[in-house]
């Protein structure tokens, strides 16, 4: 068995291991809504929430929200528009500003997430991190464990054939 350096190095890796938890669930959750139907990167659905909760917003302060920076915003709104499931405005008090809303295919597939495989994804978190307890490097182990034993996407209800392959 190979040795996991990352995790050898406690807390010096600590970014590294939170970057391959998020990753990791955010494959599944890819793999789940592509189950649903829907070929969409896992990252992508925060900014569609996001968009749907408080939009329409600009770069700027979708940017603001999700607490990453702006061209990584621009790429994402890119992808979604390029889906049909965006589309972009000029505000009315600056037609400097763009701002994003959802179009009515946006907010179907969105209306379609939340009552179909948010609430899954929610309780497959919740189960992976039922029952932590002890010091933080030991939490992130346990996390991480949990997601090899059995991946987020089989826990929300996905082919475990699928998971397994990828």
Known sequence: MTKDIVRSYGYLTLGSRFKRIG?????????LTAAHGFELHG???TILGVIERDGPLSVGELAQNLGIAQPGVTRSLAQL???????PHRSDKDQRVKRVGLT???RKVVDHAKREI?????HAVAEICEGLDGPL???LGA???ALTSKPLYRRAGGDSSDAESA
């Open 23 to 31: 990753e990791r669930m955010q494959a599944d959750v890819q793999k």
């Open 43 to 45: 990252a992508l659905w």
């Open 81 to 87: 528009e390029e889906r049909g499931l965006i589309k």
């Open 104 to 106: 009515a295919q946006g």
């Open 118 to 122: 948010w609430p899954l994804v929610e």
């Open 137 to 139: 490097l030991e939490q």
């Open 143 to 145: 996390i991480e464990e």
